[in-house]
């Protein structure tokens, strides 16, 4: 009885630990000082400089565009790499292309971000110049990584015969993989994407050292106010952002209960069948 409630207490402690920095910023959004840890009453006043402030503004909308373009090529080419490396035969080459999947992971962002940046570099006489565009490609060189390993262990839990049995059917490989194969891995395809957007968000030392002039991320923007004190607009925004990612993942995750208990149903239909 003991170790139960110090269980309990002890996920308490930890989810303290993670929401409580969340929950001041969201309280101190609607502070009316500009003071850190000092509350002067309750305003909105924050929320009104929020969408007057043309800077934020704009580095939201880049934040926003950067990370949609991002998450949509990044779960397309992650979602086919996942299926190519399921389908794969072949044990050796198999494990040395998950193992070269890993070194975006793996590695600090730091070194990605130098090795982009160099990249890139190469490529300027031809016309790549640093700006938005080498920004969206190297969002998503490092959110195509999470893509395949949020995406392989839904194709892993899949029946393979299911597969096998539309192409003994008649099925093109092309259909089958849209008709029997998607449908099956989509928690996977929808828990990368999520992971996607989230990390192109909140990305700064690869936005920051592959970006160009007059081109910024809402972190970028963050880290040049840090300087000369952070406005607290920047608490409100971060509120509205908090708020808005809760809801969405709420109605995916609803979504993809639904999806679950309909998959559960089918089969066992079939099984009485």
């Not at 570099?121 to 949020?150: E, Q, R």
């Not at 923007?221 to 840090?226: E, H, L």
Request: charged residues 15%; contains cysteine.
């Amino acid at each position: 009885m003991v170790r139960k409630y110090l269980e309990k207490i002890y996920l308490l402690l930890i989810f303290v630990f993670l929401y409580a920095p969340i929950v001041v910023l969201m309280v101190f959004s609607f502070n009316n000082s500009k003071l850190k840890g000092r509350w002067m009453g309750f305003t909105f006043k924050w929320y009104k400089a929020l969408f007057e402030d043309t800077t934020i503004l704009q580095s939201l909308y880049n934040t926003l565009i950067i990370a949609l373009i991002a998450t949509v090529v990044a779960t397309i080419i992650g979602t086919i790499t996942a299926i190519g490396l399921y389908e794969l035969r072949n044990g050796f080459l198999k494990k040395f292309i998950l193992n070269i999947n890993y070194l975006p992971i793996l590695n600090p962002d730091i070194i990605t971000a130098v090795s982009l940046m160099g990249l890139y570099a190469l490529f300027k006489p031809l016309g790549l110049n640093f700006g938005f565009v080498t920004m969206t490609i190297s969002h998503i060189v490092f959110c195509t990584p999470y893509v395949i390993l949020a995406v392989l262990p839904k194709l892993y839990q899949m029946d393979r015969n299911t597969l096998e049995a539309a192409m003994d059917l008649g099925a093109k490989p092309l259909y089958a993989v849209r008709n029997v194969v998607i449908p099956q891995i989509i928690p996977g395809i929808v828990t990368g994407a999520l992971m996607s957007f989230t990390l192109s968000i909140d990305d700064f030392v690869i936005s920051y050292f592959t970006t160009g002039h007059g081109v910024s991320n809402l972190s970028i923007t963050i880290y040049s106010m840090a300087r000369k004190g952070i406005n607290p607009s920047i608490n409100a925004i971060s509120t509205i952002m908090f708020l808005t990612l809760l809801v969405l993942l709420l109605i995916i995750n609803k979504n993809t209960i639904k999806v679950d208990l309909t998959t559960e149903e089918g089969e066992n239909i079939e099984e009485k069948i």
